[in-house]
C-alpha cells in the first residue's frame, strides 16, 4: 500500500510539473509572439528610414532653390510653396527623430519578469512602435505629394 501511495504521489507530482510546464511554454510562445509583432513594425519602419532621408533632401533643395531665386523669393505664393516644404522637413525629422527615441528608449524586460510584465511591456511598445511606423508614413506620404 506504501509503494502505491508512493507512485500515485509520484504520477501526481509529474503530471503537476508536465503541466506548469506546458502553461510556461505556452506563455514563452505568446510573448515571442507580440515581441516578433513589435519588432517586425520596428523593421519595416527602418527600411523606410533611407527614404525619409532622401526625401528630406529633395524637399530642402527646392525649398533652397526658391529662396535663391529671387524673383520667386518676393511672390507670395513661391514663398508659401516654401513653408510647406520647410513644414514637411519638420515632420519629416520628428518621425526620424520619434524612431531614434523610441530605439534608444527599448529596453527588453529581464528574464526574470513575469509573464505579466512581459506582456504589459510589449503592448506598451506595440503602441510606441506602431505611433512611431503612421508617423514615418504620414511624413512619407506628404513629402512625396509635394516632390
Known amino acids: 500500500m506504501k509503494k502505491i501511495l ?3 504521489a509520484i504520477l501526481a507530482i509529474a503530471i503537476n510539473f508536465t ?3 506546458g502553461a510556461a ?3 514563452n510562445k505568446k510573448v515571442d509572439a507580440i ?4 519588432m517586425k513594425i520596428h523593421d519595416d519602419a527602418m527600411a ?3 527614404d525619409l532621408g532622401t526625401l528630406e533632401k529633395t524637399l530642402s533643395e527646392k525649398a533652397s532653390a526658391i529662396k535663391s531665386d529671387t524673383a520667386m523669393a518676393t511672390d507670395s505664393i513661391a514663398m ?8 514637411a522637413i519638420t515632420s519629416i525629422n ?3 527623430s520619434g524612431m531614434m527615441e523610441w530605439m534608444n528608449n527599448f529596453k527588453a524586460p529581464a528574464d526574470e519578469a513575469t509573464f505579466e ?3 504589459a511591456f510589449y503592448e506598451e511598445e506595440m503602441k510606441k512602435v506602431t505611433v512611431v511606423m503612421e508617423d514615418i508614413n504620414s511624413s512619407l506620404a506628404t513629402g512625396e505629394e509635394m516632390k
Open 6 to 8: 508512493t507512485i500515485i
Open 19 to 21: 503541466a506548469c510546464n
Open 25 to 27: 511554454e505556452e506563455q
Open 35 to 38: 515581441k516578433s509583432e513589435v
Open 48 to 50: 523606410k528610414m533611407g
Open 80 to 87: 508659401v510653396t516654401v513653408t510647406n516644404y520647410e513644414s
Open 94 to 96: 520628428n518621425a526620424k
Open 117 to 119: 510584465e512581459k506582456m
